[in-house]
């Protein structure tokens, strides 16, 4: 990125009123191409305006953030994705840089003082995260390694329990607010990471590492 040169942003939050106050801390310094309230809207508005920073937050209608932010880094865009979410806790931390891939993780409560220096630092090839969620990456990164059942995220967690409840792909996407598409997509996800083939290897995989209950 050339010295001086405005970042490309697109905001995608679906409240209206944190997209004006993003775009006020933004727009003096960066060029705002573009606002979702989406991940559909984040993904075609993004296809459109090819933004160097997508500044995005986790909870969205439709296929939800992280899907979306999946889609973004798996693509051949050069595009960076910044999470910005209310959540610091360290499965949504984790779930967000490890399996959607993003660039930065940025909590709302530190945006004010931090938002342009995260879009600057993703924009400029490198890594951010929020001064209050950095102790949690770096604490998971030295912890030992701990039972097979901790590798998956809470999404995955929860899918697998309504997997175990009986739950099709459809009742899945409907209980987390997801597509079925996202919801097909976890189950040969945990298929291949818990190394099954069947529904019922599954099942008794959840229940071996008592995810749930045998009764």
């Given at each position: 990125m050339e010295s001086g040169s405005r970042i490309k942003v697109l905001l995608a939050d679906d409240h209206r009123l944190v997209?004006?106050?993003?775009r006020a801390l933004l727009e003096?310094?960066?060029?705002?191409?573009g606002e979702a309230s989406t991940g559909e809207e984040t993904l075609a508005i993004a296809a459109k305006?090819?933004?160097?920073?997508?500044?995005?937050?986790?909870?969205?209608p439709g296929i939800g953030g992280l899907a979306a932010a999946h889609r973004l880094v798996g693509g051949t865009s050069a595009t960076?994705?910044?999470?910005?979410?209310?959540?610091?806790d360290e499965e949504y931390v984790v779930e967000a840089l490890s399996e959607a891939g993003v660039a930065g993780?940025?909590?709302?409560?530190?945006?004010?003082?931090?938002?342009?220096?995260?879009?600057?630092s993703v924009a400029g090839g490198k890594r951010y995260l929020s001064p209050s969620v950095a102790p949690i990456v770096l604490s998971r990164m030295n912890r030992p390694a701990a039972d097979d059942s901790t590798a998956l995220t809470r999404r995955e967690r929860e899918v697998l329990k309504l997997i175990c409840e009986g739950a099709g792909a459809?009742?899945?996407?409907?209980?987390?607010?997801?597509?079925?598409k996202t919801a097909e997509a976890h189950r040969e996800?945990?298929?291949?990471?818990?190394?099954?083939?069947?529904?019922?290897?599954?099942?008794r995989w959840a229940i071996r590492h008592k995810l749930v209950r045998d009764d």
């Open positions: 997209r004006e106050g993003l003096k310094d960066c060029e705002i191409v305006t090819r933004p160097q920073v997508i500044v995005l937050d986790i909870q969205m960076k994705v910044l999470v910005l979410s209310q959540y610091a993780y940025l909590v709302k409560t530190d945006a004010a003082a931090e938002l342009l220096n995260a879009v600057r459809k009742e899945i996407a409907r209980r987390l607010g997801i597509s079925p996800n945990l298929k291949r990471k818990l190394d099954v083939r069947s529904t019922a290897a599954m099942v």
